[in-house]
């Protein structure tokens, strides 16, 4: 299960001067179980906000997020986190770091690994294994947290423009070995990001976020089948549908 | 870049360098300076060095300093890396004690040893405790400053793996991060003992040791002695230093060889 209902979430931050900078304002979204969802807008919209609150990385000011129900306080072994920028420990191999969550947990040696190397499957790395991070590739190394966050076997998936990063060839391929793995795995994930391209590629649905205060602007449901082809008309159709309204909806505001 | 045979040819043209120096050293001190308390030539140090050796003292002269060292820089690293991580760790200790520090820190080690000598009496230990002084604060504020720029990022993946606890975190995110801080720490803490170590046994603090028969030797105007004195004391420096080096290099510090390389 990974059903996420987020209820009248509202976030804001303190400025230098004293001020009150409204991030999230009473926002309300609610995620269904195995569902692919992006989270689109542009930078300063919230998105990262909104990323960490439901992570439990940070405290909202207000407002209640679930979790199948249960309230989430603070960092839970059923969410997994995949960051925006490269976040493997860079004195660990790159097995040990798929390793590292269930070393936490408290798993004993022979399984923590056994179970670490069916991961490292999944991302098509294990030849890589003993390399460290500093050895591989931006794409390579998103792959082993992707890896690392699956390892501990969460409900759902965070990811913080894991992709950002990337040069578009090594991001494409990225975004097809991701949709296997969702397949595979089934869990829910909220992915983040501010390529329409991406979202509409991606996901069962698009949130698109306003830029400040971040309130829920529109939600596009995509009914294209997958594998989806990037060049066709109907996708070329949603992702005008989606720009137009990030265009017009949202910042006109 | 890393040629092998280009390395190779560098280091025989550096030690033409050594040989070079010394038969200047030589020729200048046998034809015209012609007085070895002024200035001994390589010849009187080597006969110097073994009847030295073969008297037995280098060798105890060795181990006492070693003692020496090894109580200072070993006090220095039990007291400078808990205490570093404390406040690199935690604003509040940090607060509390950042003042302190900073008071104690700019004393130079070797004003302690009056200190030392009325506490400790001339004993290794109060060799150590000046050699200490010395080391201690290289090794905490680099433990400090290593903690204090552990990326965020980090903890919070770490968190995020189930890694929560304070005590965890410090254990399999931040020490880790920091260990390359915490080692430049401790290699030029080395460095500082190693003079002081000298110091401390010159002024008298202990009873025998490198830096005490220097002066010995000195005060019976055998120069030949002290200048055997002085190149061990360099020789000795510069393994400590190697050694230090390579253990770091090779097996805590591996993850690091690949963004270089």
Known sequence: ?253 | MANPLRKHKDRWFGALAIVLALALWECYAALVVKNSFLLPAPLDVTSAFLELLQKGILLQDFQVSMIHFAIGLGLALVVGIPVGIAIGWNRKINAFLDPLIELLRPIPPLAWIPFAIIWFGLTTISAGFVIFVGAVFPILINTYTGFRSVPRVFVEAGKMLGCTKNRDLIRYIAFPSALPSVVSGIRVATGVAWMCLVAAELFGVSNSGLGKNLWFYYNLHRMDCVVVYMILLGLIGLVIDMVFRYIIDRYFLKWQTGEVA
Not at chain 1, 89 to 98: A, G, K
């Open chain 1, 1 to 253: 299960m990974g059903k996420l209902q987020i209820h009248d979430l509202s976030q804001s931050f303190t400025r230098d001067d004293g001020s009150e900078l409204t991030v999230l304002d009473h926002l309300n979204i609610e995620v269904q179980d195995k569902e692919f969802v992006c989270i689109l807008g542009s930078s300063g919209c919230g998105k990262t906000t909104l990323l960490r609150l439901i992570a439990g990385l940070d405290t909202a000011r207000s407002g209640t997020i679930l979790l199948d129900g249960e309230e989430m306080k603070g960092p839970s072994s059923k969410v997994g986190f995949v960051f925006q920028e490269y976040s493997l420990f860079p004195w660990r191999s790159v097995i040990d770091n798929v390793v590292f969550g269930l070393e936490m947990k408290g798993i004993g040696k022979d399984e923590r690994y056994r179970i670490a190397e069916r991961y490292l499957e999944l991302v098509n790395l294990t030849q890589f294994r003993a390399n460290y991070p500093a050895e591989l590739s931006g794409g390579m190394r998103q792959r082993v947290a992707v890896a690392r966050a699956l390892a501990l076997d969460p409900v759902l998936l965070l990811m913080d423009e894991p992709f950002g990063a990337l040069d578009a060839q090594t991001r494409n391929m990225l975004q097809i070995e991701l949709l296997e793995i969702w397949e595979k795995t089934k869990k829910t994930i909220i992915f983040i990001t501010h390529s329409v391209d991406e979202a509409v590629f991606l996901s069962d649905r698009i949130i698109v976020l306003t830029p400040r205060p971040g309130c829920l602007c529109h939600i596009v449901p995509i009914n294209l089948p997958r594998p989806r082809d990037r060049t066709s008309t109907e996708f070329a159709q949603v992702r005008r549908h989606v720009l137009d309204l990030i265009n017009q909806k949202c910042s006109i505001q």
